[in-house]
């Protein structure tokens, strides 16, 4: 009885922590967005999103109180990193409109919102995988829906602001062909044990992806068409390959959600 009480105050102890964080990367973006809280080290998003990704490694090793193995260091904490990357990088990609009447500024507020929302669950969920690699644990198959639809919004985050910062489109592609390779490889990880496996969804996916990248981009689409497509095929060909297999939970209620929140982002970004 003692012993639950304790693991479970540790686990309270954990969740105030990831919350903490979640909070101040929300509200240090926000100040320096507002008041250049980060002087001239901020004058390139990407340097930003990569210091942000950089500190969240960190920041997530103290929320484990240093108990890490070769799966936390290697796997766990690169993708929770990369996640981390994207929504910084996509939230200044954001932010450099000009949000000057009261309906913008609510969008601002509800993005806020869904960004902290966001980067909580990516640290609560790559806690989980950190537990579950010293011992099997029930809330796994959980986690690995998480990451697998976090994964899923941050290469839409990615492909977004990419495309939007970057003037060469063969760079812009490179680009995303490594991250697109990163993620999928990371994702594989918690599904696939073998390596042939892994690798061999990997490249699949990968062509796919690519193939659909290309052609929205050659069609001269905007820009956020072109990662809401490429974000829908990321997403069914990863399920295609993991659907198979008993370990995750997946909603159609997720689809619903991704779909309403993207086409509502549509509506304020073009009439208002």
Not at 152 to 174: E, G, K
Request: hydrophobic share 65%; aromatic share 20%; glycine share 2%.
């Amino acid at each position: 009885m003692m012993r639950d009480v304790i693991k479970q105050r540790m686990d309270n102890a954990k969740k105030g922590r990831i919350i903490l964080v979640s909070l101040l990367v929300i509200f240090s973006l926000l100040g320096h967005q507002l008041f250049g809280l980060f002087g001239e080290i901020a004058e390139s998003p990407i340097i930003l999103s990569v210091l942000y990704a950089f500190l969240s490694i960190l920041v997530f090793f103290w929320v484990l109180r240093f108990k890490l193995n070769f799966r936390i260091i290697t796997v766990i904490s690169l993708h929770l990193a990369l996640i981390i990357f994207t929504q910084v990088l996509f939230l200044q990609t954001f932010f450099a409109g000009d949000f000057a009447r009261v309906s913008e500024a609510f969008l601002v507020i509800v993005v806020l919102i869904i960004a902290f929302l966001i980067i909580y669950f990516a640290f609560l969920t790559a806690n989980i995988f950190a537990v579950s690699s010293f011992r099997r644990i029930p809330l796994e198959a959980v986690a690995k829906t998480s990451i697998y639809l976090l994964t899923v919004l941050s290469v839409f985050f990615l492909t977004y602001s990419i495309l939007s910062l970057q003037d060469n489109i063969l760079f812009a592609v490179f680009i995303l062909l490594i991250f697109y390779i990163l993620f999928v490889f990371l994702l594989m990880t918690y599904f696939f044990l073998e390596i042939r496996v892994i690798l061999t969804n990997v490249f699949l996916i990968i062509w796919n992806v690519l193939l659909i990248l290309a052609g929205t981009i050659l069609f001269g689409m905007e820009v956020e068409f072109i990662a809401l497509i490429t974000t829908v095929v990321f997403y069914y060909a990863v399920d295609f390959f993991i659907e198979r297999r008993q370990e995750i939970i997946k909603s159609r209620l997720f689809e619903y959600f991704f779909f309403i929140f993207l086409v509502i982002l549509f509506i304020f970004y073009y009439f208002y």
